[in-house]
């Protein structure tokens, strides 16, 4: 084996591990993410309100319009 072979084998190899280390990366955060959607409560609801001067029929109309 030449010089140049054995570095294209060693740079695939950290290559790979490199891969292999963001694909558990992303696996561990959906992991995460799994995890906290099944600790909430069951009859958890998120909301926002907000104050405006205008009528709810005018902000119904104006989201209803796009």
Do not use: F, N
């Not at 958890?44 to 989201?63: C, F, G, N, Y």
Request: aromatic share 4%; hydrophobic share 45%; glycine share 8%.
């Amino acid at each position: 084996m030449t010089e140049p072979e054995q570095y294209k084998g060693a740079t695939m190899r950290k290559l790979l591990r490199i891969l292999g280390l963001v694909i558990a990366l992303i696996v561990g955060i959906l992991l995460v993410v799994l995890v906290g959607g099944l600790l909430l409560p069951e009859e958890h609801h998120a909301s926002r309100t907000l104050v405006t001067k205008q009528s709810p029929q005018a902000i119904w109309e104006t989201i209803r319009s796009r």
